[in-house]
């Protein structure tokens, strides 16, 4: 019996090894992938709006800031109903949350190329005849000094709001499904006890529910938060593809996948390197969002009653 322990702790080391060496060798191979583009263009490469594959002038901001404005306003949109869908499917009647909860893991099963169609047919014509028209022409909202810069004035369907859109619409359903199993995996007697001392349902849910599945939370948000940051196929139909540092949410521009994706099979020489060099600040982005995800569960264990090591 202690052998059989001690080859499945080894056993377990070495897939947790592998994962980490996974994870070395990817961050190892796009550096020196891409080693040429940081030798020709150095950290500025980061803040550089340039792109212009002619003169083998490039910069990382277009397509980087593209990705922050797409995920933010994804999460913006899918976080409310998530949260809420979540919310009512753990309390609905089994009748009803079973099958909610199955139509919602369907949609998580849609091919992102599905939803990227769906917008390109669908959404971006809404977008050009009816949200943009009704936002700029009958509100009138970009001529204010502000708010009129931050919405662009692109006629067209395709921008950054439509990609974001979009995402909401894929991450949605990731989101909701952890969140829900968080919120059933509450003990019964914590949620009896919190209605027996007078609690609302609301009050049961926030101070009760929330804080006792506060990781699970999280870690849906950055699973949603992942899938946004690294789609590709149904960005690339909706946003537009301009290599331009953007200006507004309305305008067209493009994302870190979505300009791999165009530009990588014909890339040569000095722009493939560039591309390598893309490719590693995504996966940078991703892990730094993680690793602080990680940072702040730990120092804020204590104000959740969670103990040292939690």
Known sequence: MLKTDKLFKAGTLCSAGIIGALMIALFACLFTSSADAWKEFGIGFLWSGEWDPTADRYGALPALAGTMITTTIALIVALPPAFTAALYLSEAPPSVGKVLSQAIDLLAAIPSIIYGMWGFFVLVPIMQDYVK??????????????????????????????????????????????????????PPMLR???????????????????????????????????????????????????????????????????????????AQGLQQSVLFALGLILLALSFSIQVFAQYYLIKTSAKRGEGAKA
């Open 133 to 186: 028209p009704f936002f700029i022409e009958t509100l009138g909202l970009d001529r204010l000094p502000i708010i009129g810069g931050l919405l662009g004035s692109d006629p067209s369907g395709y921008g950054f709001l439509t990609a974001g859109l979009i995402l909401a619409l894929m991450i949605l359903p990731y989101i909701c499904a952890i969140m829900r199993d968080v919120f059933k995996m509450t």
């Open 192 to 266: 009896e006890s919190a209605f027996g001392v007078g609690c609302t349902r609301w009050e049961t849910a926030k101070d009760i529910v929330m804080k006792y599945g506060f990781r699970g939370l999280l870690g849906g948000v950055f699973i949603g938060l992942g899938r946004a940051l690294g789609e590709t196929m149904a960005v690339l139909f909706v946003i537009g593809n301009l290599t331009e540092v953007p200006t507004g949410i309305f305008d067209a521009g493009t994302t870190i996948a979505a300009t791999l994706a165009n530009n990588f099979a014909e």
